[in-house]
């Protein structure tokens, strides 16, 4: 069975901190990495995407990607209110899986 | 730039009765398609998958079914809806399968009573 873990908070951070998102995935035959941002009642929204050891970074988002360790994170630097979410990991290779998602709030 | 569209975005229905999304995608060709559902606190779970016109993979059986009828549509059914069929649809479409960036549609809430 092909899974992608995650915590699924709630993560609580304070605003202008640094939010530290991890997951954890099961395939090792996955070759893409994304992070979906997904406000309450709403669609996933394509925040990040990532295929190759190290980090990517991309305005106050950076991903982060260990191969050998099975684990993606996503770091959200200088957090804001706005990014108070549900943030949803997916790997895969062809067809994706999704975790259940972390729950980020940030309090101003 | 591509965009894509799925109605309606809420939807009640009885038990028994038979249900039509729809989903569109502009400004591209051959997309993968896929239908996903989110039942509440599980996360997405993959229902189909189509990467082209009349071409569809079932990941889970269930009452559920998907057609391509066009390029750029793609529609989920089914002939009498349960009541564990309630969740939120979600359409996406990538532009290859090879790296598979999904983009999504805005979702529609289904409840069955």
């Known amino acids: 069975q092909k899974e992608v873990e995650q915590n699924s908070g709630p993560l609580s951070v304070p605003e202008g901190a640094i939010a530290s998102l991890n997951c954890t995935y099961s395939?090792?035959?996955?070759?893409?990495f994304f992070w979906y941002r997904q406000y309450s009642g709403k669609s996933p929204e394509l925040i990040m995407f990532i295929y190759s050891n190290g980090d990517k970074e991309d305005g106050r988002f950076t991903a982060q990607l260990n191969k050998a360790s099975q684990y993606v994170s996503l770091l959200i630097r200088d957090s804001q209110p706005s990014d108070s979410a549900t943030y949803l990991c997916a790997a895969g290779q062809g067809n994706l899986i999704f975790g259940k998602g972390t729950k980020l709030s940030v309090k101003p | 730039s591509q965009t894509i569209h799925q109605w309606p975005a809420t939807l009640v229905q009885p038990v028994g009765s038979p249900l039509s999304l729809e989903c569109t995608v502009e400004g591209t060709s051959n997309p993968n398609l896929y239908w996903y559902r989110q039942a509440a606190g599980r996360g997405l779970q993959l229902l189909f998958y189509s990467v082209g016109i009349g071409q569809i993979s079932s990941e889970v059986p269930q009452n559920l079914s998907a057609s391509r009828p066009q390029d750029r549509q793609f529609i989920l059914s089914s002939k009498k809806l349960l009541l564990s069929d309630s969740g939120f649809y979600l359409c996406?479409?990538?532009?290859?399968?090879?790296?598979?960036?999904?983009?999504f549609g805005a979702g529609t809430r289904l409840s069955v009573l």
């Open positions: 996406a479409w990538s532009p290859n399968r090879e790296r598979n960036i999904q983009y």
């Open positions: 395939d090792r035959g996955s070759q893409s």
